[in-house]
């Protein structure tokens, strides 16, 4: 199992799941099965008691899982059907903790968010990109695991460390990051440092992107893709320009 993970920094609602569902698509054109999963860092179970103005609209899957729309995008964009367990949130990992803890399963032992909750985050991404989505009932090839929230806010850290220590549990020839970035335009010039510092932030926390995506309202000039393939510790082939476009169905095309 290959696993993409993509995740964001700067601001939240940056377009990471249009992003996610686009690489789905093009891996998906190679021939490929994919699978996904969305992580949402909040304490609630699922969307389904979230207000829409708060969170957008909520997606309900074929199990009646209440779910956030990237995972309506996932099975747009790829053609597949999802499962609630496919939404992993904060709220369903302790309760899924708390309840082993109670029934004694931790023989005794402190239970804490390093291992018991990165190693239950871990867990549950194994056993559920496993899961067939498609009519072939066969085994996914790749897995886009899309983190929710800011890289940074204190919401998501156990579950980048979950993912830090899950790149050795599977194997770095099996772990791809992609980290999506925003490149403000300020009086007509492209800002590069926001996406320094959030790379910088990221690496910070043993995470090393292998492809950063730079959302900007126009396209990235060569001097600006140099710039924070120098300072971000990649090669210029692995700044991905994402421009604003008219519609989230031409992301796959500008990629």
């Not at 800011?150 to 770095?172: K, N």
């Amino acid at each position: 199992m290959k696993y993409v993970v993509v995740s964001g920094g700067v601001i939240s609602g940056i377009g990471k799941g249009v992003l996610a569902s686009s690489t789905g698509l093009l891996l998906k054109t190679l021939g490929l099965r994919v699978t996904s999963i969305k992580i949402d860092p909040y304490l609630n179970i699922d969307a389904g008691t979230m207000s829409p103005l708060e969170h957008g609209e909520c997606f309900v899957l074929d199990d009646g899982g209440e779910v956030d729309l990237d995972l309506g995008n996932y099975e747009r964009y790829l053609g597949i059907s999802l499962t609630r367990d496919h939404n992993i949130t904060t709220g369903k990992i302790y309760s899924a903790v708390i309840e082993r803890e109670r029934k004694g399963d931790y023989l005794g032992k402190t239970v804490q968010v390093v291992p018991h909750i990165t190693n239950a985050i871990q867990d549950w991404i194994e056993r559920v990109s496993k899961i067939p989505v498609d009519n072939s009932g066969e085994e996914p090839d790749v897995c886009i695991i899309e983190l929710g929230g800011t890289v940074g806010d204190i919401e998501s850290a156990p579950f980048v460390e979950a993912l830090r220590q899950f790149q050795f549990r599977v194997g770095h020839e099996n772990f791809a990051l992609i980290h999506v970035s925003l490149v403000p335009v300020i009086h007509g010039e492209q800002k590069t440092k926001p996406s320094q510092a959030a790379i910088k932030d990221l690496r910070s926390l043993g995470l090393t992107p292998d492809m950063i995506g730079c959302r900007c309202a126009t396209a990235l000039e060569k001097p600006t893709i140099d710039k924070i393939a120098m300072f971000c510790h990649v090669g210029p082939e692995q700044v991905l320009a994402i421009r604003d476009v008219n519609s989230t169905y031409h992301v796959p095309l500008l990629l």
